[in-house]
């Protein structure tokens, strides 16, 4: 499975940050991003308040 976070709804809460297992969420400015380390678990899909992070 491939996330993707879409920077234009995302809010920069960072909840995702917290949650995922491998460290895989970062802040880039003022939005998360997904970086080389995920592992495609899908726990940050359905926390996200926003729905910004999406399966692909
Ligand atoms: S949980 Fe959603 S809104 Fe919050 S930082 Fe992550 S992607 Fe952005
Ligand atoms: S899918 Fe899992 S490993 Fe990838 S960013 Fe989300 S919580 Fe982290």
Known sequence: MVVRIREDVCRGCKM???I????AIEMKGSTAFINGKCT???SCVSLCPMGAIEKE
Do not use: K, Q
């Not at 995922?20 to 460290?23: A, G, I, K, L, N």
């Open 20 to 23: 995922c297992p491998s460290r």
């Open 16 to 18: 995702c940050i917290r």
């Open 40 to 42: 495609g678990c899908g």
